[in-house]
């Protein structure tokens, strides 16, 4: 038995559900406002929630990040009386079980809802994935938790794992945690920085080569590939890979065999792949600079890590794990954290992410010297100055003021303008202080290239 909420403003809609739900022997609520809808769906009481898009107070889809941001959330079926194809995919991305048409029949909205249940069922029943081996990832917010439990299955499988996420969110670490809990933990874990591969010497640093094979190859060596046998794989950056490399790795991926560059013979590898990006790898593949076919056999399963920004009630632990960690480090007694260093740093948007906050903590630990408790004066002066612009309607951050208390009803494009910009900003200054302005390290650090920096550096100038 199931319970089920539903929420839309047609009464018969309402009813009809109400009926078929219960017929099927589960337990029913209907409510025709979307404010109490979204208050009852937070609750944790209910297995499935049929949500409307258009109601008369707000817009369905623009509510399920709230609805599916509780501990134990329901899952979510959208309901519309058009076909919207826009909405359907922003739906499912947005973490909604299904998308249906309110036209369509009984049976059409009956499937989803017991495949739902039945999903459900089996998730609460599976271990918990709070006992994984987490290997230094740190949180606990209801987002982090999600990505761990994919992060889960993915060790308990053999497939091949694609980790996308922005820079600094720690990618690496999460590969890592995949190894670290999957039957290959006592293999090796070979990384490929593919950012760094030229495309001169890239085939001999993944397959190897003979001696002679080339000008100053003056004995054997063993490839990347190779060393990975009986373990795991990790394709740092895997959207940087040369297009004229691809072709010939997804041939090894397939076949798990290859030839060192002046071999005769081929040799076999048993590795198993992972890979990481905070690139668009599906408009990568539309634009033809990353082979469809290769992307479809590294995204077997796709673990997305949540930009800390996404994820704010996870920094009081990050920053407490990091002061005992660089403390202990040093040598150092561990100190105290005042509570409004973490309210600070809650109204910060993150763009260097959890690699970002690590500086932030190192920045603070070294500015505190012999104090025994970190105070906000002690954050890098760019967190507080947006935190304290935050407290303003109008000043640098007043995306983050919410929209009921603004003067003036703002345009989606013009916040979404402004919330890049002002992520951008605090991003290049970041970047350029954390590696004392060395654009050679800042390119490598970032992802970015050369250009990019240096167009950011012209719209935000740095001083040194």
């Not at 979307?34 to 008369?56: E, K, W």
């Not at 017991?114 to 987002?143: D, F, H, M, T």
């Not at 040369?242 to 590898?269: H, M, N």
């Not at 919410?402 to 919330?419: G, H, S, V």
């Amino acid at each position: 038995m199931g319970n089920i909420l539903i929420i839309d403003d047609d009464e018969g809609m309402c009813r009809m559900l109400v009926r078929m739900t219960e017929r099927m022997g589960h337990v029913s609520e209907a409510t025709q406002s979307l404010l109490d809808g979204v208050t009852r769906a937070q609750s944790g009481r209910f297995d499935v929630v049929f949500l409307d898009v258009r109601m008369p107070d707000g817009n369905g889809l623009e509510r399920l990040p709230d609805i599916l941001a509780g501990s134990t959330p329901p899952e979510v079926i959208i309901m519309t009386g058009e076909g919207e194809p826009d909405g359907a995919e922003l739906a499912i991305k947005s973490g909604a079980w299904d998308y249906v048409e309110k036209s369509a029949s009984l049976d059409a909205m009956r499937l989803p809802m017991v495949r739902a249940l039945q999903y459900r069922k089996e998730k609460l029943n599976k271990p918990n994935y709070i006992n994984l081996n987490r290997s230094g990832i740190i949180g606990s917010s209801p987002k982090m938790l999600e990505c761990l439990n994919v992060l889960s299955q993915a060790a308990g499988t053999s497939f091949n794992v694609l980790i996308h996420g922005e820079t600094g969110t720690g990618k690496e670490l999460f590969a890592r945690a995949i190894h670290d809990n999957s039957d290959r933990e006592s293999g090796p874990f070979i990384t490929v920085d593919c950012a760094s591969l030229t495309e001169t010497l890239v085939e001999s640093l993944l397959f190897g080569h003979k001696r002679g094979a080339f000008t100053g190859a003056d004995k054997d060596r063993v490839g990347l590939v190779t060393q990975a046998d009986g373990g795991t794989l990790f394709l740092d950056e895997v959207g940087e890979m040369p297009l004229s490399l691809q072709k010939a790795f997804l041939r090894v991926l397939q076949e798990k065999r290859y030839r060192p560059v002046g071999g005769k013979t081929e040799i076999s590898s048993d590795f198993r792949l992972l890979a990481a990006t905070n690139r668009d790898l599906d408009a990568m593949s539309e634009g033809q600079q990353f082979r469809s076919d290769l992307l479809f056999r590294i995204r077997a399963i796709k673990v997305e890590i949540p930009p800390l920004r996404e994820r704010l009630n996870d920094i009081k632990e990050l920053v407490l794990y990091y002061v005992s960690r660089f403390c202990e480090k040093n040598g150092l007694p561990i100190k105290a954290v005042a509570p409004e260093v973490v309210e600070t740093m809650r109204k910060y948007q993150w763009p260097g992410n959890v690699r970002e906050l690590i500086n932030a903590v190192e920045w603070a630990l070294a500015v505190s010297g012999d104090e025994s408790t970190l105070y906000t004066k002690h954050l890098p002066e760019n967190i507080r100055v947006s935190a304290a612009r935050s407290k303003f309607v109008g000043g640098e951050d007043e995306s983050m003021v919410p929209l009921q208390e603004r003067p003036t009803f703002p345009k989606l494009k013009d916040l979404r303008r402004d919330a890049i910009a002002a992520l951008e900003r605090n991003y290049i200054r970041n970047l350029m202080e954390y590696v004392q302005h060395d654009i050679q390290k800042a390119c490598r650090v970032s992802g970015l290239s050369r250009s990019r920096i240096y167009d950011l550096l012209k719209a935000f100038p740095v001083s040194k």
